[in-house]
Each structure stands twice: as structure tokens, then as C-alpha cells.
């Protein structure tokens, strides 16, 4: 059973407007989360983190929020850009997990000039 | 080059072979990883590495082996490759911290 959801497979956004990729987790455990982006041909490449004991974290057009409550987090990019046309996977962590992460099934981003 | 780098980048093997794919990091991270990319599953990890002579299953690892008898090498080996083996696979490594830095990968097609 997965433990990291992203239910949508694909986004498409015109350029200047916000894109919102949303994530779901089901282990309690988790406390740590990251954002990874994905070119095709390339690896995975870290974007953004937060964690458990905050709410929202910021750098520059890239805003995770989490809601541990709903055990959801969300990234939201403004104002999207074409450059940002990439598949996008949420990961997760805990502190005893041995730097393991567990990776959602992603979501591809299509940024619209 | 410093970095992460895998080789080869691209392989066509038939089934039943053997094949190992090569991962080599210049940082000295402790941990090293290999995933497997496939459509609708993601990122799955395969098998990982918290040090040297230390390696562990991650959530996938029937029909694979790993070693790590230097810190900055960790190949993956198929032992008897098999068409469901047919995957882009990814190389990462880490220090203390959560964050990975991943390989370009490697695309192994099993014919």
C-alpha cells in the first residue's frame, strides 16, 4: 500500500499563473518532507523541504505547506514558468527511518507560454 | 568530475543475463541508494547503503544485489535479468541529512 500519494498524474498551468501539486501521506510517522523535480533524461534534483514542526516553508516562487492534521502537504509554485515543466514527486521521511525516503508516484507539470 | 555519476547510461540485455549497473559518488556520503523509476509507481527503492560493508533491502530488492566495498561505489547487480527488471534506475547518495543527490540514472531495457 502506498504510503505517499500524489493523485494527480499531470497538471497543465498557463505561464504566470500558480500551480498547486498536492501530496498525500497515511504513515503517522513521518516528520520530514521534500519536494524533488524531475527533467526527462536527468535525475531527480531537491527542491524544497519542510518539517512536521512548521507549517509552511518559503524560497522564492516555491511554498510547501503541510497539514498534519489532514496529513497532506502541498507545493505551490508563482508564477509558474515553461522552465518549470517537470514531473514533480513528493518524498517522505521519519527520524528513525535511516535517511530512507518514500517517494510518491508524481505529477507531471506542464507550464503553458 | 565531482558528483554522482552512473554507468552505463543506457543498456539492452536479454533474459536470463547478468548485468550490473555501476554507481560512483565523489562526496563521501555515507548512504547510497538505488531506485527504480516506473510509470504510475514512482520512485521504489530497491536496496540501500548506510555505510561501507553495510547494506539493507529497501521495498523491492527480489532479483537484485548490491555491494559496497568502497564508500564512494555501490554497483546493482541483476543476476538473472528478467523483462519486469525493464526500468530507468537511479543512483542517489546522502550524508547526515535527509536530502538525496541523485544520479542521472541508468535505462535498462530486458529483451
Known amino acids: 500500500d502506498q504510503q505517499v500519494k500524489q493523485n494527480s498524474p499531470s497538471l497543465s498551468v498557463q505561464e504566470g499563473r500558480i500551480s498547486i501539486l498536492n501530496c498525500d501521506y497515511t504513515n503517522s510517522m513521518f516528520d520530514y518532507f521534500l519536494w524533488y523535480k524531475k527533467y526527462p533524461a536527468e535525475g531527480p534534483t531537491f527542491l524544497i523541504s519542510i518539517s512536521s514542526i512548521k507549517d509552511k516553508n518559503e524560497d522564492g516562487r516555491f511554498t510547501v505547506f503541510l497539514n498534519k492534521s489532514a496529513k497532506h502537504l502541498s507545493l505551490h509554485i508563482v508564477p509558474s514558468q515553461p522552465g518549470d515543466s517537470a514531473v514533480y514527486f513528493c518524498?517522505?521521511?521519519?527520524?528513525?527511518?535511516?535517511?530512507?525516503?518514500?517517494f510518491g508516484g508524481g505529477t507531471r507539470l506542464m507550464v503553458k507560454p | 568530475d565531482a558528483g554522482i555519476t552512473q554507468s552505463p547510461r543506457y543498456k539492452i540485455t536479454e533474459t536470463g543475463r547478468q548485468v550490473t549497473l555501476m554507481c560512483h559518488q565523489t562526496?563521501?556520503?555515507?548512504?547510497m541508494f538505488w531506485y527504480r523509476q516506473d510509470l504510475g509507481h514512482g520512485l521504489r527503492l530497491i536496496y540501500y547503503?548506510?555505510?561501507?560493508?553495510?547494506?539493507d533491502k529497501g521495498e523491492v530488492p527480489d532479483g537484485y544485489v548490491v555491494s559496497r566495498s568502497k564508500t564512494e561505489n555501490f554497483p546493482l547487480t541483476l543476476e538473472s535479468a528478467t523483462r519486469s527488471q525493464t526500468s530507468v534506475y537511479f543512483c542517489a547518495s546522502s550524508d547526515s541529512g535527509d536530502e538525496q543527490y541523485f544520479g542521472p540514472g541508468t535505462r535498462l531495457t530486458v529483451t
Open positions: 562526496w563521501s556520503h555515507s548512504y
Open positions: 518524498a517522505a521521511t521519519s527520524n528513525n527511518a535511516g535517511n530512507m525516503l518514500t
Open positions: 547503503s548506510a555505510a561501507a560493508d553495510i547494506t
